[in-house]
């Protein structure tokens, strides 16, 4: 071995070496100032959204009880079951295995992942049955992108029979968060879209409470770094009557229509029902998106609540109006009588009465009890238009009732100003013959009518109806009714003719063992004849029937109104659905036959 | 055989003390990385194995390099062997033969060939170009300590373990750099390198590595798989800032974002919880030991020696320099231990060793 060997080629291209590394690591050094330094903000936070999760607390619904307590609208607990794609490591496996699981299509499962946020599980299947969850979890292995959650479901025990009162939930939708309301929820949460559940929502939801909890990367809870209870929403106790929610419902017996029935003394609404319903538990889950799409083209139109949404002719209830408001002014006294020969010839058109023998002399009273025409229309030319219109309104009719429920129509009270503001037109005197039985332009809904019948027997109170009793314990205060100044007389007579129509007149059908029971028979003419004419079927021709009543004459406890689409004459198709429901609510066994035995029809109207 | 008081004074006690040093901070930051758990033995574990490394450092400055030198054919031969062992009886462990097993110490101890193959490659390639007598090589004189180097090289690589099979290519370059070889040859050698590089890409890569290395480019491309050890070590080192989040208290690290948090990321945790001073400290002590490995190569009294300790520094300093890139996300992720500093034993082992053959060299660039 060489004991010198030249190493000064080894020795220069060791600097080489050295500087190179040196020059490596001090760039590593630039770059970590630039990764700590710098941007340590951005990473502080990346780490930061890393380990901490905002896990939301949902408040529980508030439940919705009866007058007495009962249950209407509650939260029961359900089984979701959930898909998280991206944990599945063979999707098409997962899916097939799942489908087979739960008895479902594969087609059907897929739908449901379609339009998603990644890494967020799907629900694929709703409310599922326990079976449904045991035999899941049996397979929890092969399917570990599959998983059950537990959530309140809202549940609605009457099921159809309350559906447009209490309305239903259903996922908030995009144009309702974009609105104020709503600005501060969350995609996917349930709101009340319908009813009650919509009025009271806010109330209803509570207060969300949240845990912001740290996490490690197996998102397995760690630690709890904060924390907010939920406030659960308070309970909301209403006027209605669960029993006679149900028997209301029933007495329908699938005809379309709608009933209301109020405490006359408060207006508190003590059943409502509309039909064709749907069943509110459907929208639950929030997942059914075809059911409102089926729901609100169907021709019976089932989402529409037909007691503050439906706009009908009053026809001869409004007899009402005019006794009330012709008594009133002087114009007639309980005496005073009108030959009714079966027709009036005025403004060169005749006026028919439906009894084309006529009634012949008539007072008041009977003219209400036989719901004479002839006697209503001279009744109209003396008082003229502008004051029906005004007794009309005083009575509550031609604008919304206030109801604690969204969507509330106004109806219509003609007069010649709005002719002359909306159709461009002078009144002609003809109208008012037909106004005077409550034809032509007149549009009311079936809760005015209620409200009426309410007015009428509480002694000229206009009481406002509504839903609630109390919210969380705390009774809801409700104003004094305003007293519409009626004389008490004057009433008094209306409220004896609307007996007789009961006991001897066109309502008999509605008439009640041991309990008199005040009415008025009306038969709305359907007017849309275009619309008969694509259904030409043989009872969408006939006139929509209305009953209003209260019971008993004395101290009344029920006002009622009662319409019956199609049903004919409001003797025949109206009356026995009153008697049905006033049966119910006095506790009577109703009749296997809607008809009282012996009940014969002194007259059929219009 | 005796040693000569004058070669325990010519020790490079820097060296040796930065080396102990680093090795220190590393036991501390395993021990951080996996305080709880069924990881929460490790630090004690690496503790023992520098225990068993240290003694075998002292005992190998006792023989001459140039003994062990003179024996680099013998000893790569049985690197051969101990690779194709490895490779047809090796137990498979995470689809990889790399491990032979040695029985039972605190768990399963297993040594890893590929990390002492490194040695025998330095001692290897030291002894053949300090052999050749030209002032310049050529491509041509290359060829053969290449082809000998690239058979280590591929068997590594077909544990698989690439990035140990890499360290072989700075260890050949430098020193064939030293030795003389031409700046052109160097050019070709690249050439050469890249050719070969892109032909394994093709058929020799397994999926995996490719999706590593494509995640790598864009890391979004899979969040939640290949890129996410990237992206994870990039929060952990960037969120620890300037001063860091404090010794256990780095939450990508304590809460298990971060993968292989105590061997080839520990610099990541280190990063995190004791911020860029701690970073800064940290390469600082590493430039100081491949500085000082490097000057041993300047004051190497022989070729053998200045290659030996050339080639030794040159692998350390590109497991040094890849490790950390990759923790700061600048490389692709690659199983490359931090040497000195990662949990494993046979990296520890082999490291230890290492410095010690540098020391080896300085000690004795005086004696006859």
Request: net charge positive; hydrophobic share 45%.
């Amino acid at each position: 071995m060489r004991i010198y060997e030249d190493l000064r080629v080894v020795q220069t291209r060791v600097g080489i070496l050295q500087s190179l590394v040196a020059g490596l690591i001090v760039l590593l050094i630039i770059h970590f100032w630039t990764l700590q330094v710098v941007r340590a903000k951005y990473f502080r936070a990346l780490a930061e959204n890393n380990r901490s999760r905002l896990v939301t607390l949902a408040a529980p619904r508030g439940p919705l009880l009866d007058r007495n307590g009962r249950v209407l609208v509650e939260n029961r607990p359900s089984f979701n079951v959930l898909l998280t794609p991206e944990d599945a490591e063979d999707l098409d496996g997962t899916v097939a295995k799942l489908g087979r699981t739960l008895g479902m299509g594969e087609a059907q499962l897929r739908e449901r992942l379609v339009r998603r946020a990644q890494f967020r599980p799907v629900v694929v299947k709703a409310d599922a049955p326990l079976a449904d969850v045991a035999a899941l979890e049996a397979r929890r292995v092969e399917l570990r992108a599959v998983s059950v959650e537990v959530v309140p479901l809202r549940s609605y025990p009457l099921a159809a029979a309350a559906a447009h009162a209490l309305g239903r939930v259903g996922e908030v939708t995009e144009r309702q968060l974009q609105s104020p309301e709503f600005s501060d929820l969350q995609q996917g949460a349930l709101v009340g879209q319908a009813g009650l559940e919509s009025q009271y929502n806010r109330s209803l939801m509570g207060k969300d409470g949240y845990r912001r909890v740290i996490v490690n990367s197996r998102g397995l809870e760690v630690a709890e770094a904060d924390r907010r209870s939920p406030v659960d929403g308070p309970s909301l106790t209403l006027t209605l009557d669960s029993h006679l929610q149900a028997a209301m419902d029933r007495a329908f017996a699938g005809r379309a229509g709608s009933a209301v029935a109020l405490d006359p003394q408060t207006g508190e609404i003590l059943a409502m029902t509309s039909t064709p319903a749907y069943d509110p538990n459907k929208f639950s889950t929030g997942i059914e998106p075809a059911l409102w799409g089926r729901l609100s083209t169907d021709p019976g139109t089932p989402l529409v609540n037909r007691v503050i949404q439906g706009q009908y002719s009053p026809g001869s209830t409004f007899k009402l109006v005019m006794a009330t408001a012709a008594l009133e002014e002087g114009i007639i006294s309980p005496d005073t009588t009108f030959y009714c020969p079966g027709y009036l010839s005025v403004y060169n058109t005749v006026f028919r009465c439906h009894k084309a023998s006529g009634h012949g002399v008539v007072n008041v009273h009977q003219a209400l009890a036989l719901s004479c025409n002839v006697f209503f229309y001279q009744l109209g030319m003396r008082l003229e238009i502008n004051r029906i219109a005004a007794y009309a309104k005083r009575l509550g009719l031609g604008a919304p009732t206030g109801i604690d429920l969204p969507y509330e129509a106004g109806g219509l009270i003609p007069s010649p100003e709005w002719k002359l503001r909306v159709q461009k037109a002078p009144w002609y005197g003809g109208e008012t013959v037909s106004v005077s039985i409550g034809q032509g332009q007149v549009n009311v809904t079936p809760l005015q009518m209620a409200r009426l019948a309410a007015v009428i027997a509480n002694g000229g109170k206009l009481v406002r109806p509504h839903l609630v009793r109390s919210r969380g314990g705390q009774p809801v205060s409700e104003e004094a009714p305003p007293d519409q100044g009626f004389k008490p007389q004057v009433l008094q007579v209306v409220r004896s003719g609307m007996a007789a129509v009961v006991a001897e007149g066109t309502g008999g059908r509605a008439r009640l063992p041991g309990i008199v029971v005040c009415g008025k028979t009306g038969s709305a003419q359907v007017v849309a004849k275009s619309r008969f004419d694509k259904t030409p079927t043989l009872t969408s021709v006939l006139p929509h029937g209305w009953f209003v009543a209260f019971a008993p004459a004395e101290n009344p406890r029920i006002a009622l109104a009662v319409l019956v689409e199609h049903g004919g004459s409001g003797g025949e198709g109206a009356a026995p659905v009153a008697h049905e429901i006033l049966a119910a609510f006095f506790g009577l066994k109703a009749p296997t036959e809607p008809g009282v035995a012996g009940v014969t029809d002194p007259e059929t109207e219009d | 055989m005796a040693i000569d008081r004058r070669l325990l004074v010519n020790v490079d006690w820097v060296l040796l003390g930065v080396t102990l040093l680093l090795t220190g901070l590393g036991v501390l930051t395993i021990l951080s990385a996996a305080h709880s758990g069924h990881g929460s033995g490790l630090y004690l574990k690496q503790l023992y194995l520098v225990g068993l490394g240290l003694p075998c450092l002292l005992v190998s400055l006792l023989v001459d390099y140039r003994r062990l030198a003179d024996r680099a054919v013998p000893l790569y031969l049985l690197a051969v062997g101990a690779l194709l062992y490895v490779l047809f009886f090796g137990p498979r462990i995470a689809a990889t033969r790399r491990w032979i097993s040695l029985g039972s110490f605190h768990g399963t101890l297993q040594l890893q060939p590929s990390e002492l193959v490194k040695l025998v490659a330095a001692l290897f390639v030291a002894k053949v170009f300090a052999e050749s007598r030209s002032e310049t090589l050529g491509l041509r004189d290359v060829v053969g300590p290449g082809a000998a180097v690239g058979l280590l090289a591929l068997l590594i690589a077909a544990e698989p373990d690439l990035g140990t099979a890499f360290c072989l290519i700075p260890l050949f370059l430098s020193v064939a750099f030293l030795a003389g070889l031409r700046m052109k040859a160097v050019l070709a050698l690249f050439v050469v390198l890249l050719m070969v590089g892109g032909l394994g890409w093709q058929f020799a890569l397994k999926d995996y590595q490719k999706t590593r290395i494509y995640t790598f480019l864009d890391p979004s491309l899979d969040p939640k798989g290949a890129g996410y050890q990237k992206i994870q070590s990039q929060i952990a080192v960037g969120s620890g800032g300037l001063l860091g989040k404090g010794y256990k208290q780095g939450s990508q690290a304590q809460l298990g974002y971060l993968p292989a948090r105590h061997t080839d990321f520990v610099f990541s945790v280190l990063a995190e919880e004791m911020g860029f001073v701690g970073v800064l400290t940290v390469l600082a002590l590493y430039l100081l030991l491949l500085w000082r490995m490097l000057e041993t190569a300047q004051l190497a009294r022989d070729r053998v020696g200045a290659f030996l300790a050339a080639g030794i520094a040159a692998t350390f300093a590109f497991q040094v320099v890849y490790n950390v890139a990759m923790v700061a996300g600048l490389l692709p992720v690659k199983g490359l231990p931090l040497p000195l500093m990662s949990y494993g034993g046979s990296s520890i082992l082999s490291s230890l060793l290492a410095v010690g053959l540098i020391l080896n060299v300085r000690m004795r660039r005086f004696a006859n």
